[in-house]
T-cell receptor, first 118, second 112 residues
Framework: GAVVSQHPSRVICKSGTSVKIECRSLDFQATTMFWYRQFPKKSLMLMATSNEGSKATYEQGVEKDKFLINHASLTLSTLTVTSAHPEDSSFYICSARELNGGIADTQYFGPGTRLTVL | QQQVKQSPQSLIVQKGGISIINCAYE??????FPWYQQFPGKGPALLIA?????SEKKEGRFTISFNKSAKQFSLHIMDSQPGDSATYFCAATIQGAQKLVFGQGTRLTINP
């Protein structure tokens, strides 16, 4: 159980375009999902916390107009990188917190999306 | 005070040996400490977790040791195998606060 999927797993786009990444909890409901960014050989950097039906909470230094997050249902959150630039190239990972189940505060991570902006 | 310090940054262990990764924290409000394993190009996977009301938790070859007074916890991998080669992250959180605070990660290599 507790499987989180991400789509796409890898995306290459041109500078100036927008890219949408989907995060789904496959076998549980998640009121809260998280979006992380990870640079090579580095730890995970939390970008934002997404609660179903409400606006996302962004970490300091993360541009909310550039990284649009939508959490429309208990199993789906999306991250849209708008007007992507090469410096946005990174590994983006989502996680989902299980609702009233399992061990409290357990976050289950998706497999990640590798974004390359040319 | 929100930091979790992890060491070593990298670790090489012979097959069959014991791998030990250490983490230290400052915030005494932290009350849940998970460990994650990450393979290259993949997302982190929950390995084992502990709460501060116990000093040790064991699951198969993986053991967490927790020292509340020292504000330290460690991951021990017994009989380390080449398949254990991965990056390991410790983390800490306050239940209800949602956010995980991650350590810097340890790249573990098990030599055959």
């Amino acid at each position: 159980g507790a499987v989180v999927s991400q789509h796409p797993s890898r995306v290459i786009c041109k500078s100036g375009t927008s890219v949408k990444i989907e995060c789904r909890s496959l076998d549980f409901q998640a009121t809260t999902m998280f979006w992380y960014r990870q640079f090579p050989k580095k730890s995970l950097m939390l970008m934002a916390t997404s609660n179903e039906g409400s606006k996302a909470t962004y970490e300091q230094g993360v541009e909310k107009d550039k990284f649009l997050i939508n959490h429309a249902s208990l199993t789906l959150s999306t991250l849209t990188v708008t007007s992507a630039h090469p410096e946005d190239s990174s590994f983006y990972i989502c996680s989902a917190r299980e609702l009233n189940g399992g061990i409290a505060d357990t976050q289950y991570f998706g497999p990640g999306t590798r974004l390359t902006v040319l | 005070q929100q930091q979790v310090k992890q060491s070593p940054q990298s670790l090489i262990v012979q097959k069959g040996g014991i791998s030990i990764i250490n983490c230290a924290y400052e915030n005494t409000a932290f009350d849940y400490f998970p460990w994650y394993q990450q393979f290259p190009g993949k997302g982190p996977a929950l390995l084992i977790a502990i709460r501060p009301d116990v000093s040790e938790k064991k699951e198969g070859r993986f053991t967490i040791s927790f020292n509340k007074s020292a504000k330290q916890f460690s991951l021990h991998i017994m009989d380390s195998q080449p398949g254990d080669s991965a990056t390991y992250f410790c983390a800490a959180t306050i239940q209800g606060a949602q956010k995980l605070v991650f350590g810097q990660g340890t790249r573990l290599t098990i030599n055959p």
